[in-house]
C-alpha cells in the first residue's frame, strides 16, 4: 500500500532563516505530488504541483520555491522566511485517480 | 471554473443523531467531489468520492454522500453520530490541469465545516 512521509512534524524557526520540508512517497510510482498550505481560517491554498521530475508548477508567486530531485520525494524550501509563512503546510501525492492523498501535515512556526 | 460552497461552517449534533453537512458545487461539466476530514493537526482524510458511477456513494466511517445534478448538492451524512467524529469536513471538486505533460489534477476546496458532537 502507498504511504506517505512529512518532515519534520513541527518547526519553530526565526524570521530570515531558511526553510526546508521534505515529502516522500513510497509504494507507487510516478506520483503527481502537491504543496498545501493551510493558513488558519483561510482554509487550504495550493502553492505548487509537480507531474514529474524537475516539473514544478507554481500556483501563488510567494518566497517559497520547491524541487523535485527523485521520482517520490517532493521538497519545499525558502531562503528567507516571513511572518507571514507559519501555517500547516501539507504534501499530497495522486495516481490514476482525481483524489490527492495527504500526509500528516508540517506545524511551521515562523517568530 | 469550478467552486465549492459549504453551506455551514459549524455544526452541532448530539451523539446518536443524525448528521447532515451541506455542500454545494459549481463546475463547468461533470465534476468528481469528495469530502476530506481533518481532525486537529492532522493532514485530511478522504472520506468518500464521487466520479460520475452511483449518485449515492458510501464512505469510511458510516457517512455517505448523495450527488444531486438537479441541486447541485453533495451533502454529507451520517445516520448517527459519534465522539470521534467531532472534525472538520472539506467539500471539494476536482478539475484538470493544462499545459503540464501528464495532466494533474486541481483540487478547489471549500471553507470547512467545523462539527461538534456533544454528549
Known amino acids: 500500500s502507498q504511504t506517505i512521509h512529512q518532515w519534520p512534524a513541527t518547526l519553530v524557526q526565526p524570521v530570515g532563516s531558511p526553510l526546508s520540508l521534505e515529502c516522500t512517497v513510497e509504494?507507487?510510482?510516478?506520483?503527481?505530488l502537491y504543496w498545501y498550505r493551510q493558513a488558519a481560517g483561510r482554509g487550504l491554498q495550493l502553492l505548487f504541483y509537480s507531474v514529474g521530475i524537475g516539473q514544478i508548477s507554481s500556483e501563488v508567486p510567494q518566497n517559497l520555491s520547491a524541487s523535485r530531485p527523485q521520482d517520490r520525494q517532493f521538497i519545499l524550501s525558502s531562503k528567507k522566511l516571513l511572518l507571514s509563512d507559519s501555517g500547516f503546510y501539507l504534501c499530497?501525492?495522486?495516481?490514476?485517480?482525481?483524489?490527492?492523498?495527504f500526509g500528516p501535515g508540517t506545524r511551521l512556526t515562523v517568530l | 471554473a469550478q467552486s465549492v460552497t459549504q453551506l455551514d461552517s459549524h455544526v452541532s449534533v448530539s451523539e446518536g443523531t443524525p448528521v447532515l453537512l451541506r455542500c454545494n458545487y459549481s463546475?463547468?461539466?461533470?465534476?468528481?467531489l469528495f469530502w476530506y476530514v481533518q481532525h486537529p493537526n492532522k493532514g485530511l482524510q478522504l472520506l468518500l468520492k464521487y466520479t460520475s458511477a452511483a449518485t449515492l456513494v458510501k464512505g469510511i466511517n458510516g457517512f455517505e454522500a448523495e450527488f444531486k445534478k438537479s441541486e447541485t448538492s453533495f451533502h454529507l451524512t451520517k445516520p448517527s453520530a459519534h465522539m470521534s467524529d467531532a472534525a472538520e469536513y472539506f467539500c471539494v471538486v476536482s478539475g484538470s490541469y493544462k499545459g503540464l505533460t501528464g495532466g494533474g489534477n486541481k483540487l478547489t476546496f471549500g471553507t470547512g465545516t467545523q462539527l461538534k458532537v456533544e454528549l
Open positions: 499530497a501525492w495522486s495516481g490514476g485517480g482525481n483524489e490527492q492523498f
Open positions: 463546475s463547468s461539466y461533470s465534476p468528481s
Open positions: 509504494g507507487t510510482s510516478n506520483p503527481n
